[in-house]
T-cell receptor
Framework: DARVTQTPRHKVTEMGQEVTMRCQPI?????VFWYRQTMMQGLELLAY????????DSGMPKDRFSAEMPDATLATLKIQPSEPRDSAVYFC???????????????FGNGTRLTVT | QKEVEQNSGPLSVPEGAIASLNCTYS??????FFWYRQYSGKSPELIMF????GDKEDGRFTAQLNKASQYVSLLIRDSQPSDSATYLC????????????FGQGTTLQVKP
């Protein structure tokens, strides 16, 4: 059963530390999304890639966040330096191109629960 | 104004009743709409998608779309306690890039 794999599942860190979250999309999926979920804001789109190229990262605080896809099997989201307000669940999701053209759902990973103290 | 808006709830219905979940969106260019279900502590999972005006039925679920009113809804018939979850409405961006914008989600509680 193909699935999106995210690591780590949980991360507790101190303010100012660097945090790296990793995502392995489903093999063959060409679109990767990073979302952040909090009680207050819900699911916010941070960045997304198609065929490894960044298409939109307008939802991401540029001064501290960065997202990359070094290869088709790995997407990373880094926060440096981390702040308490970054505490949230970070989801990676992968899919196939235009969601309206395929009967193919966006598959979510299990998320990384980040706590910054 | 958020691009996709939902009432956060909670919406409480008795077992066996019809649950009606609503969503409005601001981007008139959006063509495709999705309903995801998220259980507490879990990741969202797709339950329905719709891109034509009107109704689309799948088992106990019916999605309704009215593009003129920019309104999407999800009806759950014969609600079960296992339907208790947060339901997220999402709209695909007007450029058909696959970019999904989610609403805040509506928490549904089905009481036995």
């Amino acid at each position: 059963d193909a699935r999106v794999t995210q690591t780590p599942r949980h991360k507790v860190t101190e303010m100012g530390q660097e945090v790296t979250m990793r995502c392995q999309p489903i093999l063959g999926h060409n679109t990767v999304f990073w979302y952040r979920q909090t009680m207050m804001q819900g699911l916010e789109l941070l960045a997304y890639f198609r065929n490894r190229a960044p298409l939109d990262d307008s939802g991401m605080p540029k001064d501290r966040f960065s997202a990359e896809m070094p290869d088709a099997t790995l997407a990373t989201l880094k926060i440096q330096p981390s702040e308490p307000r970054d505490s949230a669940v970070y989801f990676c999701a992968s899919g196939l191109g235009q969601l309206s053209s395929y009967n193919s759902p966006l598959h979510f990973g299990n998320g990384t629960r980040l706590t910054v103290t | 104004q958020k691009e996709v808006e939902q009432n956060s709830g909670p919406l409480s219905v008795p077992e066996g009743a019809i649950a009606s979940l609503n969503c409005t969106y601001s981007d008139r260019g959006s063509q495709s709409f999705f309903w995801y279900r998220q259980y507490s502590g879990k990741s969202p999972e797709l339950i329905m998608f719709i891109y034509s005006n009107g109704d689309k039925e799948d088992g106990r679920f019916t999605a309704q779309l009215n593009k003129a009113s920019q309104y999407v809804s999800l009806l759950i018939r014969d609600s079960q306690p296992s339907d208790s979850a947060t339901y997220l409405c999402a709209a695909e961006g007007s450029s058909n890039t696959g970019k999904l914008i989610f609403g805040q989600g509506t928490t549904l509680q089905v009481k036995p």
